[in-house]
């Protein structure tokens, strides 16, 4: 028997999505544009990075052959390894929305086929009614926000009358999402997580859309200069559709091992042990100490989400470029934890090409660079779905295929 390990840096598309004009994302590239920008010079920052975009290790694992797949041609200013290894290639997204759930869901082999319920983006984004039932089963006098908003800057604009008046802020963005930011000492966490539990329970009993996540945002601080989000951020999602690859382990008696917001994201299903940490740098140390512990036939699952939460949603290229290549200095401490048998396959959940426009997700490939000891080196063909991943991941560890995609090993 084997272990798998799954590493997903949140947010890190490769372009060409084939279907990225529907979503208003033709010509997004995450990596392509964070590329472009580092090697003309304006991704420069003192003390952070500076020069083109360096990953030596994710592209000698195949990261620029699979972006070239996906787009046509290499990053730029990128330089292209003489030898590639491992598995490696791009992958389409075939459900109907470009957020985490539909990602991750769709890589665990359940792609997302229902449409999913938003909010309007001009004017309220929660009708009166909707407020009216979630102010009463909360107990709260009101909300604050009700809009389309970035995280930080409504609450440096509301946070003040927040703590003064009781009421939480609620917000949306252009993910199927509703939001509630409160602060840890004058509303309380645990108020803050009860509450939104209970707007998860409202959401489910109103009519219309699946609404995919509601989304605790604790911050502390005490000036809107100071207001600061913490990292007891807690999702509260709807249930996947069918079985994931995550619950078909479970049920085969295998232990799936979740780092970091795994568990929120598929709202605990399929988890048999959880591991929490904060920031990339923490996520890995965890999931490094993670794979001392997994057994044969485990799955360790690892989101990296800095890249999306901290510098796609905040269109920061010179932040996503230096943190890639944090990343990217550290893989080969994932390479001396494995044994033979075991396989890594690294990839992601959508695009958030931090040079487009407004601060949502992007349509776009992803990438998938497989190794570990026995692993040959090969471009593998453009994947119709994401749903591959998992079902090769399905096929290493010995159980039986699900319903959608196909292992590529």
Known sequence: MARAFLFVLDSFGIGGGPDAAAFGDLGADTLGHIAE?????VADRPGLRQGPLKLPNMSALGLLHAARAATGRFPPGMDVPPRVFGLHGAASEVSNGKDTPSGHWEIAGTPVIFDWGYFPAEGDAFEPELVK???AAGDVPGILGNCHASGTDIIARHGWEHAS???????TSSDSVFQVAAHERYFGLD???????TVRKVLDERPGGRIGRVIARPFVGETPETFERTGNRRDYSVLPPEPT????LSEAGRTVRAVGKIGDIFAHQGIGKLTKANGNMALLDATLGVMDEAEDGDLVFTNFVDFDMLYGHRRDVAGYAAALEAFDRRLPEVDRKLKPGDIVILTADHGCDPTWRGTDHTRERVPIMSFGPGIRSRLLETRATFADIGESIARHLGIAPGPHGRSFL
């Open 37 to 41: 920008f580092c090697a003309a010079g």
């Open 133 to 135: 039932a979630i102010c």
């Open 165 to 171: 008046t009781g009421r939480p802020i609620c917000y």
């Open 191 to 197: 108020r803050l997580l009860a509450f939104c539990e």
């Open 245 to 248: 690859l995550l619950d078909r």
